[in-house]
């Protein structure tokens, strides 16, 4: 059996399972072994080029950590007898080639750097694939969109009806939202895709390392300097779990929508069989209950996030190992996350929106009495306060017709509007739902006219958001694939 090799030297005490299980990161680290290896790879070279370790110790280290590339880790590494995974690969390296060589892996390095350079990896492959979720997700909502031109429905505020608007017009909101958190987790990207390594445990070493050399082996975009800082530091963490808690938030506010929208009462939507689940009780049961489950995962993730805040909120400079404490949360929301944007994705693409439902509540509820309003504003110059508080009062008479706005008119005190040349058609035109959405045309609306404008422009940053995604996705993977390539070579492989 592997003996952990970290602690052989200083101390001595057996260790209980449960003082093993509790203090071991070996859950969460199955996250990081891959990262792991390319670490120790760009390392090892790394000591090589620099001359600080020999031909012969590099080969047979980058021999073995191939392998493990290659072949897979040995179960044996995930033992929880290690405290982590750096101590268990180390470990298992040192007895597969021998302590001669494996036993230089670790110079001029410690957990500290090794850890933060394997998360902010591991982070940055999570991030580029959110984001790329995120660009399908903006696509079927702009696809359903454009279907939707035409399709009316009711406007919402404090979730009673306001105004009528379009479908188009409701989902390009949220496809603005989304396109927002593509911004903040691509801004947070930069900040994730800095190299931690050479920092060692806080205060680097004197080794002649050179830290611009494996921060360009593993594809980052630039060193994080301060050596302190960079095995101290999670803030890169807190700052994607609260990118994702507010893209989570928009999620939820969706499934809120759909489950509503699904209810008997609304109809608005019928979502798949496959997202619905059925009671075990009543038999005509369809439940919305991927959707609620979204809702509470939303919940989960801000849950990530406080408790990450939490955890780094008083540590003392540098490395504290608290930290340890973040990373499962953080996989957990970064899971989460994933996997409710892809199901939404899917609940979306396969919903049917029910149009004629939609249509016919769009003009109930004096819907369109600001129309009126604003007609009595621009065809007769009335003081839009003046006309706001007639169309209320006739309202609150009980109709939106010449006769109540006559009566209405008379208690305030100004002249009944039939005496002024308005007639009930008017009145009517004005009331008209369709005119209502056709009449707002400026950027943004919810018109026909101005929503064509919207989604031809939403789809132009959408393409362009996707190609600058493409193309860091690719410059990351060169870099792999680049290192592995020079790892073979310099083992002779
Ligand atoms: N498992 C540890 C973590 O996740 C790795 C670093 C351990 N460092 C230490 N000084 N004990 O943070």
């Given at each position: 059996?592997?003996?952990?090799?970290i602690?052989?030297g200083?101390?001595?005490?057996?260790r209980?399972g449960?003082?093993?299980?509790?203090?071991?990161?070996?859950g969460?680290?199955?996250?990081?072994?891959?990262?792991?290896?390319?670490?120790?790879?760009?390392?090892?070279?790394?000591?090589?080029r620099?001359?600080?370790?020999?031909?012969e110790?590099?080969r047979?280290?980058?021999?073995?950590?191939?392998?493990?590339y290659?072949?897979?880790?040995?179960a044996?590494?995930?033992?929880?007898r290690f405290?982590?995974?750096?101590?268990g690969?180390?470990?298992?390296?040192i007895?597969?080639?021998?302590?001669?060589a494996?036993?230089r892996?670790?110079?001029?390095?410690?957990?500290?750097?090794?850890?933060?350079?394997?998360?902010?990896?591991?982070?940055?492959?999570?991030?580029i694939?959110?984001l790329s979720?995120l660009?399908?997700?903006?696509?079927?909502l702009?696809?359903?969109?454009?279907?939707?031109?035409e399709?009316?429905?009711?406007?919402f505020?404090?979730?009673?009806?306001?105004?009528?608007?379009?479908?188009?017009?409701?989902?390009?909101?949220?496809?603005a939202?989304?396109?927002?958190?593509?911004q903040?987790?691509?801004g947070?990207?930069?900040?994730?895709?800095?190299?931690?390594?050479?920092?060692?445990?806080?205060?680097s070493?004197?080794?002649p390392?050179?830290?611009?050399?494996?921060?360009e082996?593993?594809?980052?975009?630039?060193?994080?300097?301060?050596?302190?800082?960079?095995?101290?530091?999670?803030d890169?963490a807190l700052?994607?779990?609260?990118?994702?808690?507010?893209?989570?938030?928009?999620?939820?506010r969706?499934?809120?929508?759909?489950?509503?929208?699904?209810s008997?009462?609304?109809?608005?939507?019928?979502?798949?069989?496959?997202?619905?689940?059925t009671s075990?009780?009543?038999?005509?049961?369809k439940n919305?209950?991927?959707?609620?489950?979204?809702?509470?995962?939303?919940?989960?993730?801000?849950?990530?996030m406080?408790?990450?805040?939490?955890?780094?909120?008083?540590?003392?400079?540098?490395?504290?190992?608290?930290?340890q404490e973040?990373?499962?949360g953080l996989?957990?929301?970064?899971?989460?996350?994933?996997?409710?944007t892809?199901?939404?994705?899917?609940?979306?693409?396969?919903?049917?929106?029910?149009?004629?439902?939609?249509?016919?509540e769009?003009?109930?509820?004096?819907?369109?009495?600001t129309?009126?309003?604003d007609?009595?504003?621009?065809?007769?110059?009335?003081?839009f306060?003046?006309?706001?508080?007639?169309?209320?009062?006739?309202?609150?008479?009980?109709?939106l017709?010449?006769?109540?706005?006559?009566?209405?008119?008379?208690?305030?005190?100004?002249?009944?509007?039939?005496?002024?040349?308005i007639?009930?058609s008017?009145?009517?035109?004005?009331?008209d739902v369709?005119s209502?959405?056709d009449?707002?045309?400026?950027?943004?609306?919810?018109?026909p006219?101005?929503?064509?404008?919207?989604?031809?422009?939403?789809?132009?940053?959408?393409?362009e958001?996707?190609?600058?995604?493409?193309k860091?996705?690719?410059?990351?993977?060169?870099?792999?694939?680049r290192l592995?390539?020079?790892?073979?070579?310099?083992?002779g492989?």
């Open positions: 059996m592997e003996r952990d090799v602690r052989r200083r101390l001595t005490g057996e209980t449960e003082m093993m299980h509790f203090l071991s990161s070996m969460a680290d199955r996250y990081i072994a891959d990262a792991d290896i390319l670490v120790d790879i760009a390392h090892v070279l790394m000591l090589s620099q001359k600080i370790i020999g031909y110790p590099a047979q280290l980058l021999t073995g950590l191939l392998d493990f290659d072949n897979g880790i040995p044996a590494a995930f033992d929880d405290e982590d995974i750096h101590a690969i180390e470990s298992l390296l007895s597969t080639i021998g302590e001669e494996g036993g892996l670790h110079i001029g390095r410690s957990r500290n750097d090794e850890v933060a350079t394997c998360l902010r990896l591991r982070v940055r492959e999570d991030v694939r959110q979720i660009i399908s997700l903006r696509q079927v702009l696809n359903l969109a454009e279907e939707h031109i399709t009316i429905m009711p406007g505020t404090h979730l009673q009806y306001a105004q009528p608007t379009t479908l188009a017009h409701h989902l390009l909101s949220h496809e939202a989304f396109s927002r958190d593509f903040r987790l691509w947070a990207l930069s900040r994730v895709d800095q190299c931690p390594l050479g920092a060692a445990a806080f205060a070493t004197s080794y390392i050179q830290r611009e050399l494996t921060t082996m593993l594809g980052f975009g630039g060193v994080l300097e301060n050596t302190m800082d960079a095995v101290g530091s999670r890169f700052e994607v779990l609260s990118d994702l808690s507010i893209m989570m938030a928009h999620v939820s969706i499934c809120e929508e759909l489950v509503i929208w699904s008997n009462f609304a109809r608005f939507v019928e979502l798949d069989d496959a997202f619905c689940s075990s009780i009543m038999p005509q049961k919305p209950d991927i959707a609620e489950v979204m809702r509470a995962k939303a919940a989960s993730v801000i849950g990530s406080t408790s990450a805040l939490a955890i780094t909120k008083a540590l003392p400079m540098s490395y504290n190992r608290d930290l973040l990373t499962p996989w957990r929301g970064i899971q989460d996350a994933k996997h409710s892809r199901l939404l994705i899917d609940m979306l693409s396969t919903a049917t929106f029910n149009s004629s439902a939609m249509a016919a769009a003009g109930k509820g004096y819907s369109t009495a129309d009126f309003a007609m009595l504003v621009q065809k007769h110059n009335f003081p306060r003046t006309a706001h508080t007639l169309v209320g009062k006739a309202i609150q008479n009980g109709t017709d010449l006769p109540s706005l006559d009566s209405a008119a008379r208690e305030m005190g100004i002249p009944p509007l039939s005496t002024t040349g007639t009930p008017d009145v009517s035109d004005a009331l369709r209502s959405i009449r707002r045309r400026a950027p943004g609306s919810p018109s006219f101005a929503v064509k404008i919207s989604i031809s422009s939403r789809q132009k940053v959408l393409s958001d996707s190609a600058m995604l493409d860091r996705q690719t410059s990351y993977s060169d870099a792999i694939q592995i390539r020079d790892a073979r070579k310099e083992a492989l």
